[in-house]
């Protein structure tokens, strides 16, 4: 005997299918045409813009007294890092104080003005280090378009020299953290 309910659905799968077929069989006529339409064609008679035509930027040279440039800031790097260094021991004084005390009291306070102080020298030898990127920059692709070397050598010396300076104000301000 079989049963109702797989017949049933057995029907239902077939009416569905038939009902979808029949569309596929339908004429074309009463639905619009996908095609490109007269008014959705291009048409026109203004001129096509001109592109905008710049002309190529030519970088700066790099300074005509290089070796003076690179002596202002080979002083001004180091006399940056002397103030580092003179506050150095204002700052280890009042770090040790404040170790252990508690956020907001005054040697807590004390501290914190402190290694700010020595902070803003390190920035003042990062200029100098920016100042240095900027020449670097400027005399390789002045090289790479004349072919001729723009100082990169000396500038590339003083870069390291101040890199190490960095580097010293970067561990001590390190090591004041961790107290």
Same mark, same amino acid.
């Given at each position: 005997?079989?049963?109702?309910?797989?017949?049933?659905?057995?029907?239902?799968?077939?009416?569905?299918?038939?009902?979808?077929? /029949?569309?596929?069989?339908?004429? /074309? /006529?009463?639905?619009?045409?996908?095609?490109?339409?007269?008014?959705?064609?291009?048409?026109?008679?203004?001129?096509?813009?001109?592109?905008?035509?710049?002309?190529?930027?030519?970088?700066?040279?790099?300074?005509?007294?290089?070796?003076?440039?690179?002596?202002?800031?080979?002083?001004?790097?180091?006399?940056?890092?002397?103030t580092f260094?003179?506050?150095?021991?204002?700052?280890?004084?009042?770090?040790?104080?404040?170790?252990?005390?508690?956020?907001?009291?005054?040697?807590?306070?004390?501290?914190?003005?402190?290694?700010?102080?020595?902070?803003?020298?390190? /920035?003042?030898?990062?200029?100098?280090?920016?100042?240095?990127?900027?020449?670097?920059?400027?005399g390789a692709?002045?090289?790479?378009?004349?072919?001729?070397?723009?100082?990169?050598?000396?500038?590339?010396?003083?870069?390291?020299?101040?890199?190490?300076?960095?580097?010293?104000?970067d561990a001590?301000?390190?090591?004041?953290?961790?107290?």
């Open positions: 005997m079989p049963d109702f309910r797989t017949s049933a659905a057995r029907l239902l799968v077939l009416a569905c299918a038939a009902a979808s077929l /029949s569309a596929c069989a339908s004429t /074309s /006529s009463k639905y619009p045409s996908l095609a490109v339409r007269e008014a959705e064609r291009m048409t026109g008679s203004a001129a096509p813009a001109e592109p905008d035509v710049t002309a190529p930027v030519t970088p700066p040279a790099p300074p005509a007294d290089l070796p003076g440039r690179l002596a202002a800031i080979e002083k001004a790097a180091y006399a940056s890092h002397e260094l003179a506050r150095e021991a204002t700052a280890r004084a009042r770090a040790r104080s404040a170790s252990g005390a508690a956020l907001g009291t005054l040697a807590w306070s004390d501290a914190e003005v402190a290694l700010s102080s020595l902070e803003s020298a390190r /920035s003042d030898t990062m200029f100098a280090l920016a100042d240095l990127d900027s020449l670097l920059a400027l692709v002045s090289e790479a378009d004349t072919g001729t070397p723009a100082g990169l050598p000396e500038i590339i010396a003083l870069r390291e020299k101040v890199e190490g300076l960095i580097a010293a104000e001590v301000l390190s090591s004041l953290r961790g107290l």
